[in-house]
């Protein structure tokens, strides 16, 4: 089993930064695959970005493109979520998940965090 716990959401303005964490404890997180999700409001939940276990591979929706960066610290057992630029459509619900697989796809992922809440104003 593998608990993870987001963290680093907040209300920002656009243009402005946000850096969030996902903390994993159970199962080391080395292991495993990770990747964040968002879903607005009245949305379903896209993939935002993904990173292999050894970091080797990382990918990021078009969408966010130059703007945001996924990242992990397996030492810390630690996946962070850099977002720069920020727009007012980047607003959701921001989960990390951890899978065994490197995807895209939420049905590649085990576990889920609960979710920090992003607000980016105009």
């Known amino acids: 089993q593998v608990q993870l716990v987001e963290s680093g959401g907040g209300l920002v303005q656009a243009g402005g930064s946000l850096r969030l964490s996902c903390a994993a404890s159970?199962?080391?997180?080395?292991?495993?695959?990770m990747g964040w999700f968002r879903q607005a409001p009245g949305k379903e939940r896209e993939f935002v970005a993904a990173i292999s276990w050894s970091a080797g591979s990382t990918y990021v929706v078009e969408s966010v493109k130059g703007r945001f960066t996924i990242s992990r610290d397996n030492a810390k057992n630690t996946v962070y979520l850099q977002m720069n630029s920020l727009k007012p459509e980047d607003t959701a619900i921001y989960y990390c998940?951890?899978?065994?697989?490197?995807?895209?796809?939420?049905?590649?992922?085990?576990?889920w965090g609960q979710g920090t809440q992003v607000t980016v104003s105009s």
């Open positions: 998940a951890a899978g065994e697989y490197y995807g895209m796809t939420q049905d590649e992922y085990d576990y």
């Open positions: 159970g199962r080391t997180q080395s292991s495993y695959a």
